[in-house]
Nanobody, 126 residues
C-alpha cells in the first residue's frame, strides 16, 4: 500500500502561484502513474493533471492547460504540481493519487486511481 502526503497548499491572491508536492512512500514513483485531482465544495472530484511512469506523457484538464505543470523527481519520490496564474475557480482541496495499474497509461477518471493522499487546501482570493 502506497502512502501519499501532499504539501504546499495555502492561500494566494488571484494571479499568484503555488507549488504542490506529493511525497510517496513505498515503491518508487516510477512504478506508478501519478495524478492530481481537486474537489471544491458542492462539486464532484475532478481531474487536474497526471504523468506517466516514465514522465514521457502528461495530461491536463482543459481548465488548467497552460497554467499548471505536473512533474516528478524519482530520487525524491515526489510528484509536483506547479500552479501559475491562479484563478478563484482553482479554489479546492487538491488530492494526489496513484494509479497502480499494469499499463503506463493515463486516466482522467478518479476510479482508475488506487491510492489517495489526504488532500491540501488551495484558496485563491480575488
Amino acid at each position: 500500500q502506497v502512502q501519499l502526503v501532499e504539501s504546499g497548499g495555502g492561500s494566494v491572491q488571484v494571479g499568484g502561484s503555488l507549488r504542490l508536492s506529493c511525497a510517496a512512500s513505498g515503491r518508487t514513483i516510477s512504478q506508478y502513474v501519478m495524478g492530481w485531482f481537486r474537489q471544491a465544495p458542492g462539486k464532484e472530484r475532478e481531474f487536474v493533471a497526471a504523468i506517466s511512469r516514465s514522465g514521457g506523457w502528461t495530461s491536463y484538464a482543459d481548465s488548467v492547460k497552460g497554467r499548471f505543470t505536473i512533474s516528478q523527481d524519482y530520487a525524491k519520490s515526489t510528484v509536483y504540481l506547479q500552479m501559475n496564474t491562479l484563478k478563484p475557480e482553482d479554489t479546492a482541496v487538491y488530492f494526489c493519487a496513484v494509479d497502480d495499474g499494469a499499463r503506463d497509461t493515463i486516466s482522467s477518471r478518479a476510479a482508475s486511481y488506487d491510492y489517495w493522499g489526504q488532500g491540501t487546501q488551495v484558496t485563491v482570493s480575488s
